[in-house]
């Protein structure tokens, strides 16, 4: 576990401005798609990014489907999780719950074990 702890600002700071630059929307186009006022939209993601301003959380749910990433994303204390977060969210709930417990099984083998198996569906990934 992390003993490291985020600010949490700057995590959503963060990940905003990486799921903006994903999916290549201005901070305006983020805004208005919140349903704020296309004058004021980008003055409010502008703050939110610049971390003067903090994000309620039902403003972090809009936020979310404004950039079409799952919510816990913009909370993702490390990029790994961001990513990991990311593909999860593009999969149905059966193939999540799925890959949830695989990864739980991964977790638990030993780690020279565990990078066996992660080699092993990187190669198979390379020869599809």
């Known amino acids: 576990m992390n003993t490291h702890t ?3 600002r700057g995590v959503v700071a963060a990940r905003l401005r990486q799921a903006r630059a994903l999916r290549g929307l201005s ?3 983020v805004g208005v798609r919140m349903g704020l006022d296309k004058d004021t939209a980008s003055a409010r993601v502008s703050r939110y990014e610049s971390e003067s301003m903090a994000v ?3 403003s ?3 936020l979310a489907a404004a950039l079409e990433v799952p919510p816990a994303y913009l909370v993702a204390g490390s990029s790994a999780m961001a990513d990991a977060i990311l593909c999860l ?3 149905g709930e059966k193939q999540q719950a799925e890959l949830a ?3 739980a099984s991964l977790a638990k ?3 020279e074990r565990r ?3 992660i080699d092993k569906i990187e190669n198979s990934g390379t020869a599809l």
């Open 6 to 8: 985020p600010v949490p």
């Open 101 to 103: 417990m695989a990864l």
């Open 109 to 111: 083998l030993p780690p």
């Open 115 to 117: 990078q066996e198996f």
């Open 60 to 62: 972090l749910f809009v």
């Open 89 to 91: 969210g593009t999969l």
């Open 56 to 58: 309620s959380l039902d």
């Open 27 to 29: 901070q305006r186009e």
